[in-house]
């Protein structure tokens, strides 16, 4: 059974183009996250939502917003494509962080 | 604030030991360990709460100085398993809400 499971794993297009990411976890975790690996391994929050509050972090463009239907998703949302969106993103959920957190396998986003 | 991690990169053959460094200059509620294989997501090694306590996981432990604010995550008779990138992520408040703060990684290779 996938814990955090993400769709697509790969995501290529075009400059301009808006695409989605899917996250879900069968963990019955409270909170949920989004990170952005770029090419030098930097993994750097984007987002955080536990218990219908958002924290977003301030240097995330407006053009990324996070939705969650339910308890168990977050999606990811990007409006106009850039060709510095190109990384991985990890989606993560954790219920106490003591626990850390469970990391989705990644989504890895190609913009041409 | 971005944790710093030392040393950037290590090489080592199996059998030998290693010491990963994670300092932050802020108060840190928590220090997460993380390993991650090329490809992969994130894996959970161990957390180290405020109160300067050592954890141990087979061969594989860490401690927190909370005057330092630093963490040290110690790897003894490195097996080929252990190649990876380790990443510390801080917190800096509990709950989890805010997420997690990593550093840049360090590149470990175990050579046989």
């Known amino acids: 059974d996938t814990a955090v499971s993400q769709t697509p794993k790969y995501l290529v297009t075009q400059m301009g183009n808006d695409k989605s990411i899917k996250c879900e976890q069968n963990?019955?975790?409270?909170?949920m996250y989004w990170y952005k690996q770029d090419s030098k391994k930097f993994l750097k929050i984007m987002f955080s939502?536990?218990?219908?509050?958002?924290?977003i972090n301030e240097t995330v463009p407006n053009r990324f917003s996070p939705k969650s239907p339910d308890k168990a998703h977050l999606n990811l949302h990007i409006n106009s494509l850039e060709l510095g969106d190109s990384a991985v993103y990890f989606c993560?959920?954790?219920?106490?962080?003591?626990?850390?957190?469970?990391f989705g396998s990644g989504t890895r986003l190609t913009v041409v | 604030q971005q944790p710093v991690q030392s040393p950037q990169a290590v090489i080592l053959r199996e059998g030998e030991d290693a010491v990963i460094n994670c300092s932050s200059s802020k108060a840190l509620y928590s220090v997460h360990w993380y390993r991650q294989k090329h490809g992969e997501a994130p894996v959970f090694l161990m957390i180290l709460l405020k109160g300067g306590e050592q954890k141990g996981h087979e061969k594989i432990s860490a401690s927190f100085n909370e005057k330092k604010q630093q963490s040290s995550l110690y790897l003894t008779a490195s097996q080929l398993s252990y190649s990876g990138t380790y990443f510390c992520g801080t917190a800096y408040s509990g709950g989890g809400a805010d997420g997690l703060t990593f550093g840049k990684g360090t590149h470990l290779i175990i050579q046989p």
């Open positions: 939502y536990n218990n219908k509050e958002l924290i």
């Open positions: 993560a959920s954790s219920q106490d962080e003591i626990y850390g957190y469970t």
């Open positions: 963990l019955g975790h409270d909170t």
